[in-house]
């Protein structure tokens, strides 16, 4: 079976000499003018059927025509040969093109899904990112907060110590208020006890004057005068008692605690560390009005 390739070479020579005939009417051979060639005439339609008919190089199943009788009621075989061969070729053609058109498609599903991939990591990057991001905001937010509640917290434990400090203060200085007034209720029960007895003692002289107007009056004169040394006398002791023990000149009005002796004035108590009474530690010196 002859090549298609074969058959065209040999369909395109016999066409290109009778083409190379027809040119040379156009022109002239050997210095003569060729007689003017018609391009539309009647007459040369009659002839015709002495050409063989055009025969397209490439055959297409479905456009080109099918094999053509000759004049002399020919089969044209070489017309079937060529369409068969042509057909052959179109075959195995359009085999590479489906192939070709399968690994194109296979390359595509393959790129798509690449790109499928990368923009679905892309995609989970970013959510990811912005989770992230979003959880760091919230956890600074949530560890600012702690801080602050912190900072409120250590500001409220000392607030508290600072009223537990005062508090202390308060009752000591409260205790020694309490001392104070226990002692200030003493000295004047002290001191209206020594009153009930000078006037007991002064009742007591006036009862015992003598009978006559002479002893009455020498009675009464010796009782004026005993009256006189016993106020005289307890004066100075009272006057002893409210003297500091120490520079003997000013009044005692200092309450020394523990001890609860009033025996200091200001200024030697500020001076002293101890009772000069009891020779016990000062705790604490409190000034009492007297």
């Known amino acids: 079976m002859a090549l ?39 007459t040369n ?15 297409v199943v479905g456009l080109a025509p099918g094999p053509v009788a000759t004049a002399d009621g020919g089969d044209g075989g070489i017309d079937l040969q060529w369409n068969y061969g042509d057909s052959a070729f179109l ?15 296979t390359e595509i599903d393959r790129f798509l899904k690449v790109q499928s991939d990368r923009l679905r990591q892309t995609i989970l990057q970013k959510v990811q990112t912005s989770q992230l991001h979003t959880m ?28 537990e400090e005062r508090m202390e203060q308060l009752t000591v200085e409260a205790g020694a208020w309490q001392q104070r007034a226990r002692y200030n209720e003493n000295m004047i ?17 006036k009862e015992g004057c003598g009978d006559s107007e002479v002893d009455d009056t020498a009675s009464c004169c010796h009782g004026r005068s005993l009256d006189f040394h016993l106020l005289s006398g307890e004066k100075n002791d009272i006057k002893e008692i409210m003297t500091c023990k120490v520079c003997r000149v000013k009044e005692v009005c200092m309450l020394l605690l523990p001890c609860k002796h009033l025996c ?27």
């Not at 390739?5 to 083409?19: A, G, I, L, M, P």
């Not at 029960?189 to 002289?205: G, V």
């Open 4 to 42: 298609p390739q074969h058959h065209f070479q040999q369909h395109y020579q016999s066409q290109q000499q009778q083409q190379t005939k027809s040119f040379r009417n156009l022109y002239k051979v050997d210095g003569q003018m060729s007689p003017g060639v018609a391009y539309y005439d009647p």
């Open 45 to 59: 339609l009659r002839d015709q059927s002495q050409h063989p008919p055009y025969v397209p190089p490439f055959h």
């Open 91 to 105: 075959s195995l053609v359009g085999d590479d093109i489906d192939r070709e058109l399968q690994q194109q498609d």
């Open 136 to 163: 760091s905001i919230v956890e600074e937010k949530v560890l600012q907060k702690l801080r602050q509640k912190e900072a409120e917290v250590e500001s409220i434990n000392k607030k508290n110590m600072e009223l």
């Open 189 to 205: 029960t002290a001191l209206k006890f020594n009153l009930q007895q000078i006037n007991a003692q002064s009742r007591d002289s």
């Open 264 to 290: 200091l004035c200001k200024d030697c108590e500020s001076k002293l560390s101890f009772c000069p009474v009891c020779q016990s530690s000062k705790f604490i010196g409190m000034e009492v009005y007297m």
